[in-house]
């Protein structure tokens, strides 16, 4: 989901174009760490850290862990986000370089919710709880873009387009007990296993380690 100080971060970016234009080089030969402001677009909630690997100049490996810890539209939410971005540099500038590669997600989460489920067909209604449990495979391809904002700090925004595997498996707390549910909200829409378009946005804060 977006936030509201992404967007000022974003902006400070575009203006250290102008601030950092003699960027030192070897910057780009250098490991980092990563935090990721914005990752996803999503109805979850997720603190996200990596750590992005410099194989040559213009090639690198990120591995990516984001823990997820509430959702917009659930009572409660967790899982995990495990992503491997292979990044090939194909543009250099003066305040940074931009890159094309493949993704690898994967997704794993467990919801809560109250749905309205009907009972001995329709007979009478009566709320419960009900939970919902996902795993997501996705495979895309993204470009972004990278800021110098000094020797070791550097901004990445990147976006991606692909396709995802999802497996719904929905669990009641009174199994056999209630007929389905007859909530129309979309989180009840669908359980099983389906194949997606999906898409993905970015925007990180990176350290540089090596000195």
Known sequence: MIKKYSFLV????????????QQDSLMLDKDKVTFSLLTHIS?????????????????????????????????????????????????????????????????????KQQAIFSHLNGAYFERDDMKRQKFRASLMGVMGREW???DRLMIEF???VGVKYDNVKFIYDNVGQFDSPVNNSNFFRREGAMVLPDGNIALKLKYNLNT
Request: include cysteine; aromatic fraction near 20%.
């Open 10 to 21: 974003l902006a400070c970016c575009l203006l250290s174009s102008f601030a950092y234009s």
């Open 43 to 111: 109805i979850f909630e997720s603190v996200n850290f990596g750590y992005e690997k410099q194989l040559k100049p213009m090639r690198s490996v990120e591995t990516e862990l984001a823990y997820i810890y509430a959702s917009f539209f659930a009572d409660n939410a967790s899982g995990v986000i495990w992503r491997n971005t292979y990044k090939h540099f194909t543009r250099r500038f003066s305040d940074g370089r931009f890159f094309l590669g493949p993704q690898l997600v994967l997704h794993y989460h467990r919801v």
């Open 148 to 150: 110098f904002l000094g």
């Open 158 to 160: 990147n976006f991606g």
